[in-house]
């Protein structure tokens, strides 16, 4: 027991010596050299630091101050990553058989630049790919020789409180930008697969992201870059208001509300491939309208599923759905992107929507139609410019419901002046009243949508009194209006031409014919009951 005793004090002197020793053995520029090679080996870029000192409590530290990880000569001379000060761990167990390995690198407050350039290739796709040069043991310096060892570098490395900035070379600023970044990505042997966790804050928007299960799997044989290796991972998303990430997109209406949803992330990092779903179960759609009372609007839009898959040039939907104004909607969104984003709407259904609550309640159109509508169609658009762009075409049904708005008020009352009928029908000053309503059965059309100008050759306006055929156009960008019109009432027929833009409308009668004023008269006093 006494030979143990004296056996252990030995072990625990030379254990306590060579902790001492190695803030020695460490600071010598053999070892800085060694560090900065089997750095590079691991990451395929040049690492530099301004300097490296060792902490022995409470485990062996090698501290690296102004660590930088060089950026892909392709994209220019700056850093790929900067960081005030990163740590490293020294293995006890091989150092104490006079090896040293390093390993668990902790890189705090780093700031990460990620650059796309105009073929679509990224400046971190290269990175794993082995340096020339790289990787080389010292073989002078005495000290810092570390010939035998086999040093396992990197088998963590841990981000805490990161900032990544994503942009497009040529642009100036970023455009995205990933905030408390803490992210742990492990390696349990040389060449074996990357496990990656970790949760980060996207902006604008404020999107949270937690990503768990991501796995990175070299292929055999194939070259080991991190842009190349297979990728598999789960991304949680969570946007408690969307407002902020929706006014970069769109500038009214506003749109609040909270998102949650879960994608599927495989390929790989430098051809990411997502699929999932994205779910609001309450979206608030406002907007300010200065001419209306009350002057703040809103839609509401409830029970939002939105079925997403991205492949890096196309963000396709599976149709999803929506409820709103005690009806539904549903539509495929694929769009394709690059320098001029374009989107396809395909598989429109709209399903007993009331139209009062959009055009009368949101909207306050001076053009109003209340009742349910129904609609099937497509359209393709540019994103940057969707009126102008808009191409498609469809079936619309509205009905039963009625004509509100003041414009058409005023609509109807010039075609019946202009068709000499309300002086001779009518008792003088009766004329119909702004909020009288036009009651009608049923509201149809077929339409086609050519470079954001609507076209339409059957739309039909059937009442009990009356009946209205039109064929025409309407530019969706302004409200353009050019339509022929032939109003029908028992025998009795006035055509004419519609045009102008929404409260600036004109009437031109290019036909008249009446032979039953009694009907005439039928009609109008159940306009004005």
Not at 115 to 141: I, Y
Not at 179 to 204: E, F, I, Y
Not at 227 to 240: I, N, P, Q, S
Not at 268 to 275: D, L, N
Request: one cysteine or more.
């Amino acid at each position: 027991m006494k030979r143990v005793g004296i056996a252990a004090g030995i072990l625990a002197v030379l254990v306590a010596v060579s902790l001492a020793a190695l803030p020695w053995f460490f600071n010598t520029p053999a070892f800085q050299t060694w560090v900065s090679q089997n750095a590079a080996r691991a990451l395929g870029r040049p690492v530099t630091f301004v300097s490296l000192s060792i902490s022995i409590f409470p485990l062996p530290t090698v501290k690296l101050r102004g660590f930088q990880v060089a950026e892909d000569p392709a994209f220019g001379p700056g850093p790929f990553l900067r960081v005030g000060e990163g740590t490293m761990k020294i293995r006890l167990r091989p150092l104490l058989s006079g090896r040293v390995e390093l390993a668990d690198l902790t890189l705090h407050e780093p700031l990460i630049d990620l650059v796309e350039d105009g073929r679509g290739h990224f400046n971190w796709a290269s990175l794993g790919a082995r340096a020339p040069n790289a990787g080389s043991v010292p073989r002078g310096g005495g000290r810092g020789g570390t010939g035998g060892a086999s040093a396992v570098l990197l088998s963590r490395v841990s981000i805490v409180n990161g900032t990544l900035r994503y942009r497009k070379a040529g642009l100036q600023s970023s455009d995205i930008r990933l905030a408390k970044v803490n992210v742990t990505v492990s390696q349990t042997a040389p060449g074996g697969a990357l496990r990656l966790s970790g949760d980060a804050v996207a902006q604008p928007g404020n999107v949270e992201i937690k990503i768990s299960d991501a796995v990175l799997t070299p292929a055999a044989g194939a070259p080991r870059s991190f842009g190349e290796m297979a990728l598999k991972a789960t991304v949680d998303v969570e946007v408690r208001d969307v407002a902020p990430l929706a006014s970069a997109a769109v500038a009214s209406p506003a749109l609040a509300g909270a998102m949650t949803g879960r994608l599927l992330i495989t390929g790989s990092p430098a051809r990411v491939v997502a699929t999932g779903a994205m779910r609001l179960d309450r979206l608030t759609l406002s907007e300010d309208r200065p001419s209306c009372a009350p002057r703040k609007r809103q839609l509401l839009l409830g029970d939002l599923r939105i079925p997403v898959a991205y492949t890096g040039t196309e963000l396709d939907s599976v149709p999803f759905e929506a409820k709103v104004a005690s009806g539904s909607i549903s539509l495929r969104v694929s769009v394709a992107l690059g320098s001029a984003p374009t989107a396809a709407l395909t598989e429109i259904k709209v399903n007993r929507v009331e139209l009062g609550s959009i055009l009368v309640d949101f909207f306050c159109q001076p053009y109003a139609v209340s009742g349910p509508m129904d609609l099937t169609g497509e359209a393709s658009l540019r994103v940057a410019d969707p009126w102008r762009t808009a191409s498609g075409s469809g079936r619309l049904r509205i009905g039963p419901g009625k004509v509100l708005g003041r414009e058409v008020v005023t609509l109807v009352n010039d075609v019946l002046a202009l068709a000499g009928v309300a002086s001779s029908v009518l008792d003088l000053g009766r004329r119909l009243k702004p909020g009288s309503p036009l009651d009608f059965h049923a509201i149809t059309a077929t339409y086609t949508i050519t470079n954001g100008v609507l076209k339409t050759e059957d739309l039909l306006y059937e009442a009990a009194d009356m009946s209205i055929a039109a064929s025409g156009t309407i530019a969706l960008s302004d409200g353009r209006v050019r339509m022929d019109l032939t109003l029908s009432q028992g025998r009795n027929q006035v055509k004419g031409v519609v045009s102008g833009t929404t409260g600036a409308l004109k009437v031109i009668p290019t036909a008249i014919r009446i032979e039953d004023t009694r009907g005439i008269k039928k009609f109008l006093d159940r306009l004005f009951r």
